[in-house]
């Protein structure tokens, strides 16, 4: 409907710049968590697994004992498929001012991502060795339940390389302030590793939610249930066997398709490699909070609060803060600028600042989007 202007009508218009759709963070990574080595031209993929045997000290000066040589196999069906195609019709290009057709063709080749990932991730917690509790996790206990898994894994012989965790799981890590090490290498970052603990990469998987059935499953798998996945790079094999995006004119009708396909394997070559944690049904209540901390000794500790986008009296969602553990019990953040400056009492203590629902504060320095409303960053001040 026209817009009108007192008497007068006045134009409308729609943005050339494409809102983009959100998508899980990228934790299914060569090298990092799988191996990408098993590639055959193959519908099926057989691998020979060695079967290791027990050698016992005897007598010097002793014949041989001979045994047949042995061996055993382990499959990958290549048969999960991925496809998305995308009629755009001339007409339509003709009446748009931005690039349906880039768009449409980033979109496909995120829908497709997606749906592997969720897919591999499926196949990488049901076929591995389940950790025996499924206590929630907390900044107090995390670290006891990753050093069982670790020796769970390091005893069976494998390496403790990764810990895909749930975004509930990687609040509780965030909390350990004393072993939990944030990731400052560039490309580090760019391949979804944002840090360290107990000498593991640690991933951020909000790909952990709602149901996937992949292909030949009875039934769907509830991702939501899985605390986090931990495990050896080389005991999970992902095999991707067709990578096809394209946008191609169209022989039925005046327009363009665009099409997007992956043909991938999964699979968990050494269970005893890979630990999966699952939760206890419950949401964890700390991950809407951050700790700082400020120089012993001293009676305040000064944080500064960052707004990336705005300012602070421009935006009522984040204007309001509750401090547990201080003397200040809230602070007003209502002014004209980008950073604002806290003094909070009792420094020799941590104190926990929650944010209100539709912020989370996820660590020093890191300005990660997460949940609804702008992200905040939280700094210690020097």
């Known amino acids: 409907m026209a817009i009108k202007v007192n008497n007068l009508y006045v134009d409308e218009a729609y943005s050339p710049i494409v809102?983009?759709?959100?998508?899980?963070?990228?934790?299914l990574i060569p090298g990092i968590t799988y191996t990408d080595k098993y590639y055959e031209r193959a519908g099926k993929i057989y691998i020979h697994k060695e079967i290791k045997g027990t050698v016992n000290a005897g007598a010097p000066g002793r014949d041989f004992t001979s045994q047949h040589a042995e061996d055993g196999l382990v499959e990958i069906s290549v048969n999960q498929n991925f496809n998305r195609d995308k009629k755009i019709y001339g007409v339509q290009l003709a009446q748009v001012s931005y690039d349906v057709i880039a768009s449409q063709v980033d979109l496909v080749g995120r829908e497709i991502g997606a749906g592997r990932q969720k897919t591999g991730l499926a196949f990488l917690?049901?076929?591995?060795?389940?950790?025996?509790?499924?206590?929630?996790?907390?900044?107090?206990?995390?670290?006891?339940?990753?050093?069982a898994i670790r020796k769970k894994i390091v005893d069976a012989g494998g390496s403790f390389d990764y810990i895909i965790a749930s975004t509930s799981a990687y609040a509780a890590i965030l909390e350990d302030k004393t072993n939990y090490v944030p990731e400052m290498n560039d490309e580090q970052l760019r391949n979804g590793v944002v840090g360290r603990y107990l000498g593991a990469n640690v991933l951020?998987?909000?790909?952990?939610?709602?149901?996937?059935?992949?292909?030949?499953?009875?039934?769907?798998?509830?991702?939501?249930?899985?605390?986090?996945?931990?495990?050896?790079?080389?005991?999970?094999?992902?095999?991707?066997?067709?990578?096809?995006?394209?946008?191609?004119?169209?022989?039925?009708?005046?327009?363009?398709?665009?099409?997007g396909e992956a043909n991938c394997g999964f699979k968990v070559l050494n269970p005893d490699a890979i630990v999966v944690k699952f939760n206890d049904g419950t949401v964890n209540t700390n991950e809407n909070t951050f700790y700082v901390e400020a120089k012993k000794g001293t009676t305040t500790k000064t944080v500064l609060v960052e707004l990336l986008n705005g300012t602070f009296d421009e935006t009522i969602a984040h204007t309001d803060f509750t401090v547990i553990g201080s003397t200040t019990t809230a602070v007003a953040l209502n002014e004209a600028k980008t950073v604002a400056t806290l003094t909070l009492a009792d420094a020799n203590t941590d104190i926990v600042i929650t944010a209100i629902a539709t912020t989370k504060i996820v660590g020093y320095d890191?300005?990660?989007?997460?949940?609804?409303?702008?992200?905040?960053?939280?700094k210690t001040a020097t």
Do not use: C, M
């Not at 809102?19 to 934790?27: E, M, S």
């Not at 107090?140 to 050093?147: G, P």
């Not at 030949?216 to 066997?241: C, K, M, R």
């Open 19 to 27: 809102v983009k759709a959100l998508w899980a963070n990228q934790v």
């Open 125 to 147: 917690a049901n076929e591995a060795s389940v950790y025996g509790s499924n206590e929630k996790l907390t900044g107090t206990n995390v670290k006891k339940h990753l050093v």
């Open 204 to 259: 951020e998987a909000n790909a952990l939610q709602g149901n996937v059935k992949p292909y030949g499953w009875d039934n769907p798998y509830d991702l939501s249930t899985i605390d986090l996945i931990a495990g050896s790079v080389d005991a999970f094999a992902v095999v991707d066997q067709l990578d096809l995006l394209r946008a191609k004119d169209s022989e039925n009708f005046n327009g363009v398709r665009v099409q």
């Open 366 to 378: 890191a300005d990660i989007n997460n949940v609804s409303g702008l992200p905040i960053v939280v």
